[in-house]
């Protein structure tokens, strides 16, 4: 079974503010449509920290590649399609850049849903064949 989502930062806001006005922990979960231990962990991280951000926004690795350099990988696979991943690992770390590794540049290939593919082998047509696929 998997966690429940954050509640929305609106939610958040409103919890906080429910209990500056003075309402219970009860009311204030029935009008949020959230548990009560929720609404107690709020508003004590609000009272110790001042803020009601989610931990789990930044969860797991940072990528390596962002965006910036998602679309000039982008553009240096279209300059030309037959390269190998190790040809553009080596254009990618010559720009100011990060130094990555192939395997980084092949995953976000992947991500990008830029996969290398071999053209099917097929027979030709025989005079026979011609007349009849027309």
């Known amino acids: 079974m998997g966690k429940a989502a954050d509640l929305s930062e609106f939610d958040r ?21 959230c ?13 110790n920290d001042g803020d009601t951000s989610s931990r789990r926004q930044g969860v797991g690795r940072p990528h390596l590649i962002k965006e910036k ?9 279209k300059q030309n399609r037959r ?14 850049s990060t130094s990555v590794s192939e395997h980084t540049v092949q995953r976000t290939l992947l991500d990008m849903g830029l996969c290398s593919r071999r053209p099917t082998r097929v027979p030709l047509l025989i005079k026979r064949h011609r007349p009849r696929r027309l």
């Open 83 to 96: 390269q190998t991943v190790a040809q553009l690992t080596a254009q990618y770390n010559a720009g100011p």
């Open 69 to 77: 350099g998602r679309r000039r990988l982008s553009r240096l696979v």
């Open 35 to 47: 548990s009560r231990s929720a609404v107690a962990s709020i508003h004590a991280k609000w009272i």
């Open 13 to 33: 806001e409103q919890i906080v503010m429910d209990q500056r006005l003075g309402t219970s922990i009860t009311e204030t979960a029935r009008l949020v449509g």
